[in-house]
């Protein structure tokens, strides 16, 4: 099967090398970074298309892992150039946290088209894409998700059949929301700690024996207390992400002062400048004397 990756940064560039690892033939990558989609079509072998449209003539699956809903919607919809020219028969499965309604303009664009799609939204972060260990949301048609389910399941050990289009994007945008507020309420509670001398390293052990114990406490807590934010999932895609949650309550009258918080603290994240530090730099906004804006003023 041939199979092309539009959008090689770093999610979608580990799982291009997964499938090839997998035996999977990649005919071409492309992202608006040139240089980039250029250095991985070298490592893998295969194109580096100049067109969309080029992807998709190569490829009889083709794997989206775009920045939001407007990349989404150029990216098939575009005027000119885009994936759906000359898509009959072709299979698209998008792996980008978007919002729902865009994945269902998608799949209506791809049916008129004679393609389909398939969202199969990710939540994992870049070691579990190279290791074919990311926990797979998906949505669309049955027949596609059958379709998809063998390379899928090369990528991921856990692959879940949400329901129609739109569905698996909904549940991953609670899951990004969830997994904000718990950072960010980490954070807190770290920097508390160390404002009143507490030894960081017993604290963190207290809070994986008692009810502060998160999966984001794992991945995040000793990142916090050493200042390393080497980015896995980056402030300017959790700002994102919890927006997309935030405007799917709006549309259904509910008010979430938790998730909307954690937002403005990651709005504040872009505003000065750190919106590429991983998701753990919260921490720089609630630690004393971290930064200019640090939790002193608090």
């Known amino acids: 099967m041939n199979i092309g990756v539009v959008g090689v940064g770093r999610m979608g560039a580990n799982m291009a090398r997964r499938l090839k690892d ?41 794997f989206t892992v775009v920045t939001d809903d407007s990349a989404m919607r150029q990216i098939f919809g575009g005027t000119g150039d885009n994936l759906l020219v000359n898509a009959r028969g072709k299979l698209f499965v998008n792996c ?37 260990k990311l926990y797979l949301m998906c949505g669309g048609k049955e027949e596609a998700f059958h379709k998809a389910e063998p390379i899928l399941k090369e990528l991921g050990s856990v692959v879940r059949f949400i329901g129609k289009a739109g569905e698996a994007a909904k549940v991953k945008a609670l899951v990004n929301m969830v997994m904000n507020i718990n950072t960010a309420a980490l954070a807190e509670g770290l920097a508390l700690g160390a404002a009143l001398g507490i030894d960081l390293e017993m604290l963190r052990k207290v809070f994986s024996q008692t009810g502060a114990n998160s999966r984001v406490l794992e991945t995040d807590g000793e990142d916090m207390q050493n200042r390393e934010h080497t980015c896995f999932f980056s402030a300017a895609h959790a700002a994102k992400d919890s927006g997309i949650a935030l405007d799917l309550a709006r549309s259904l009258g509910l008010d979430l002062p938790l998730a909307r918080a954690t937002k403005e603290q990651y709005d504040r994240m872009i505003a000065e400048g750190l919106g590429e530090l991983d998701k753990s730099g919260i921490a720089e906004l609630t630690f004393k004397d971290r930064h200019k804006h640090s939790g002193d003023h608090v």
Do not use: W
């Not at 990649?26 to 449209?53: H, K, M, P």
């Not at 088209?113 to 894409?129: D, K, R």
């Open 22 to 62: 997998r035996q999977f033939h990649i005919t071409a990558v492309y992202d608006t970074n040139r240089a980039v989609a250029t250095s991985l079509a070298a490592e893998l072998g295969c194109a580096a298309a100049q067109d969309l449209s080029e992807v998709t003539a190569q490829s009889d699956t083709i």
């Open 96 to 132: 980008a946290t978007i919002s729902p309604q865009v994945h269902i303009d998608v799949e209506k664009l791809a049916e008129k088209a004679g393609a389909q799609t398939l969202e199969a939204c990710m939540a994992s972060s870049i070691p579990q894409a190279r290791e074919g």
